[in-house]
């Protein structure tokens, strides 16, 4: 059975940091590019950043240098390293999993919520 599970939203102050994990399991963590994407209220779903299976590294333009992604394929588990967090970073954070070989297969996680206020 396929998992992802997201962890470590919560509230923070604005300027403050928060380290969001997605355990995975079910399927070969290490042949799947991770991706971590946002939900704002009454926003579409955006892109925040990935990893490939290689360890190499995208970002969306107006969160680089805010967030940091990184994989433990040990583990089976992607970080995401937020900072320096304003109000409007405040979403529902998913994770993705998309196979980087065929078949393709792809896998959302179902959110944790962050939200930066005072």
Same mark, same amino acid.
């Given at each position: 059975?396929?998992?992802?599970?997201?962890?470590?939203?919560?509230?923070?102050?604005?300027?403050?940091?928060?380290?969001?994990?997605?355990?995975?399991?079910?399927?070969?963590?290490?042949?799947?590019?991770?991706?971590? *994407?946002?939900?704002?209220?009454? =926003? $579409?779903?955006?892109?925040?950043?990935?990893?490939?299976?290689? %360890?190499?590294?995208?970002?969306?333009?107006?969160?680089?240098?805010?967030?940091?992604?990184?994989?433990?394929?040990?583990?089976?588990?992607?970080?995401?390293?937020?900072?320096?967090?304003?109000?409007?970073?405040?979403?529902? *954070?998913?994770?993705?999993?998309? =196979? $980087?070989?065929?078949?393709?297969?792809?896998?959302?996680?179902? %959110?944790?919520?962050?939200?930066?206020?005072?």
């Amino acid at each position: 059975q396929v998992q992802l599970v997201e962890s470590g939203g919560g509230l923070v102050q604005p300027g403050g940091s928060l380290r969001l994990s997605c355990a995975a399991s079910g399927f070969t963590f290490s042949y799947y590019r991770m991706s971590w *994407y946002r939900q704002a209220p009454g =926003k $579409e779903r955006e892109f925040v950043a990935l990893i490939t299976s290689s %360890g190499s590294t995208q970002y969306a333009d107006s969160m680089k240098g805010q967030f940091t992604i990184s994989r433990d394929n040990a583990k089976n588990t992607v970080h995401l390293q937020m900072n320096s967090l304003k109000p409007e970073d405040t979403a529902v *954070y998913y994770c993705n999993a998309r =196979k $980087e070989l065929l078949p393709y297969s792809a896998y959302w996680g179902q %959110g944790t919520q962050v939200t930066v206020s005072s």
